[in-house]
T-cell receptor, first 113, second 109 residues
Framework: NAGVMQNPRHLVRRRGQEARLRCSPMKGHSHVYWYRQLPEEGLKFMVYLQKENIIDESGMPKERFSAEFPKEGPSILRIQQVVRGDSAAYFC???????????FGEGSRLTVL | GEDVEQSLFLSVREGDSSVINCTYTDSSSTYLYWYKQEPGAGLQLLTYIFSNMDMKQDQRLTVLLNKKDKHLSLRIADTQTGDSAIYFCAENTGNQFYFGTGTSLTVIP
């Protein structure tokens, strides 16, 4: 059973470009969470999704950020018009139902030049 | 659930015990967790404790839970250089998980 797969592992974008981060949950998991990690700031919750539904997006910036988890395919975290402050590691985690344990991917490290 | 607090750094000598502390926020949290993150990697679950327990021991790891003070601690006995990593505590409230800032543990040979 493969773990949570995230890609790309590293992504470099120039200011104003778009970043798309993908996450394939573990087989059988229907809950997906996205977190952002900045040095000395820990893991900040961004969004929680179940298949085709956003359950909680209270941690997402109101503009430029969006997430989806379609019926088929991976979950996508999309950042439009990136700025330097978006540089961070973005982690995806999945959980079985009911969600009581998170399994993390290796993360996607975004660098904005 | 969003202000789970940990101290940022801890250094110990190899062979000593390490104690990492955490203060969580939600008294209704069902589970409390300790995750370990090695450089450049994701988080891996080390251990967890159910909220109706006071203590859990798992080989070199001991978790203590003080619900009255909302305090969670992780003790690592006989700390090894391979234990150097960032340790996160987390609480589970409903379907939501909140993480602390992480404690960077450095083990000095």
């Amino acid at each position: 059973n493969a773990g949570v797969m995230q890609n790309p592992r590293h992504l470099v974008r120039r200011r104003g470009q778009e970043a798309r981060l993908r996450c394939s949950p573990m087989k059988g998991h229907s809950h997906v969470y996205w977190y952002r990690q900045l040095p000395e700031e820990g893991l900040k919750f961004m969004v929680y999704l179940q298949k085709e539904n956003i359950i909680d997006e209270s941690g997402m910036p109101k503009e430029r950020f969006s997430a989806e988890f379609p019926k088929e395919g991976p979950s996508i975290l999309r950042i439009q018009q990136v700025v330097r402050g978006d540089s961070a590691a973005y982690f995806c985690a999945s959980s079985p139902d009911p969600p009581w344990e998170l399994f993390f991917g290796e993360g996607s490290r975004l660098t904005v030049l | 659930g969003e202000d789970v607090e940990q101290s940022l750094f801890l250094s110990v000598r190899e062979g000593d015990s390490s104690v990492i502390n955490c203060t969580y926020t939600d008294s209704s949290s069902t589970y409390l967790y300790w995750y370990k993150q090695e450089p450049g990697a994701g988080l891996q679950l080390l251990t967890y404790i159910f909220s109706n327990m006071d203590m859990k021991q798992d080989q070199r790891l001991t978790v203590l839970l003080n619900k009255k003070d909302k305090h969670l601690s992780l003790r690592i006995a006989d700390t090894q250089t391979g234990d150097s990593a960032i340790y996160f505590c987390a609480e589970n409230t409903g379907n939501q998980f909140y993480f602390g800032t992480g404690t960077s543990l450095t083990v000095i040979p």
